[in-house]
């Protein structure tokens, strides 16, 4: 039996003497093999990393996780694809970082699933990804699923195999309904009214102050789901909108099924035909969360309001 070339190790730390010890270890291994190297991490850790490198920062890309990887289904087709397709040939290192103590209840469910489905958009790649946990920021049931999404786990004292292993266990713990919103604007669609479900979506987030560039991206957003759902969901769909805390959120719910677990993560070559609307919905989006069974799908997009964000809770 020939061992899959892709390695996805989580890495269990404390402090930053242990992260920084680990990482630089990490990378410097890569480079000295010829490796390609690339770090999506948090800022703070980033800022750790390039300086326990030093001159070696200089060979490895460098990214910052809140911004690259702000929706965790943005990952894998804009970051960790996005590296690795560049190098086909020969084996390729990342340090990627989506779950850090800065993360939300509301935004952990996708990356948790994030953390699962890279299993299964690297199987047969020759790829590591090393994926860092701060074991006093995070709650303990954000470990022990990272146990379940990773096979191989580390910490400063060795290496061994998860005996927890079981990524879709995840996925499908996450794949849970929704909380419902507390008030909320919506409108029922079909291929006579898009562009009003488009409208109504662009007509708060107006409101709510956002840019016309953004504005755009959020009516394009809308447009693909609501495709989506003309195409693959029944014929018809219904968009709800609301304002919470620092974000937009627009859902979408139709009587669609999404069975492929990478669906929307795959990146798409912009010569070749079919959609790429769920694609384009995580990369234009703060966050996407999904929930899908037979005869029913809800996918909920969160647009951060202008201005910072100030630490959801919810």
């Known amino acids: 039996m020939v061992a899959d070339p892709f390695v996805h190790p989580a890495l269990f730390y404390r402090g930053d003497r242990e992260y920084v010890a680990a990482t630089t270890a990490f990378v410097r291994e890569g480079l000295s093999s010829g490796e390609p190297v690339a770090v999506a991490v948090p800022p703070r850790n ?10 070696d920062a200089d060979e490895v890309l460098l990214l910052d996780m809140t911004s690259a990887g702000r929706n965790p289904g943005r990952i894998i087709p804009a970051v960790l694809r996005e590296f690795a397709d560049r190098h086909p040939v020969g084996h390729v290192r990342i340090i990627g970082e989506p779950i850090w103590p800065g993360r939300t209840v509301t935004e ?3 990356c948790a699933q994030h953390e699962a489905l890279i299993n299964y958009a690297f199987t047969g790649r020759h790829v590591t990804i090393l994926c860092p946990y701060d074991l006093d920021g995070l709650d303990p049931e954000v470990i022990r699923e990272a146990e379940q999404t990773h096979p191989v786990l580390r910490d400063g004292s060795g290496e061994w195999h998860s005996g927890d292993y079981a ?26 009214n898009l562009a009003a479900a488009r409208g109504l979506a662009a007509g ?16 394009l957003t809308v447009a693909e789901l609501g ?14 909108v609301w304002a919470e805390a620092d974000r937009l959120v627009c859902e979408v719910s139709d009587s669609g099924h999404i069975i492929d677990p990478l669906a929307g993560r795959t990146p798409v070559d912009p010569r070749a035909p079919g959609s790429r609307g769920l694609l384009i919905v995580n990369l234009l989006s703060d966050l996407v969360r999904v929930h899908t069974r ?12 202008p201005g910072p964000v100030h630490g959801l809770t919810s």
Not at 46 to 55: F, P, Q, T, Y
Not at 204 to 219: E, H, T
Not at 227 to 240: F, M, P
């Open 46 to 55: 980033l800022a750790l990393i390039e300086a326990g490198l030093g001159r």
């Open 108 to 110: 952990y469910p996708a």
């Open 167 to 192: 990524p879709q266990k995840v996925v499908d713990g996450h794949n849970q309904p929704l909380d419902e919103p507390a008030d909320f604007l919506s409108l029922r669609f079909d291929h006579t």
């Open 294 to 305: 037979a005869g029913a799908t809800v996918i909920r997009v969160y647009f951060d309001l």
């Open 227 to 240: 495709a989506n759902s003309l195409d693959h969901g029944g014929g018809a769909g219904l968009i709800r």
């Open 204 to 219: 708060l987030a107006a409101d709510l102050g956002f840019s016309r560039a953004r504005l755009d991206d959020i009516r």
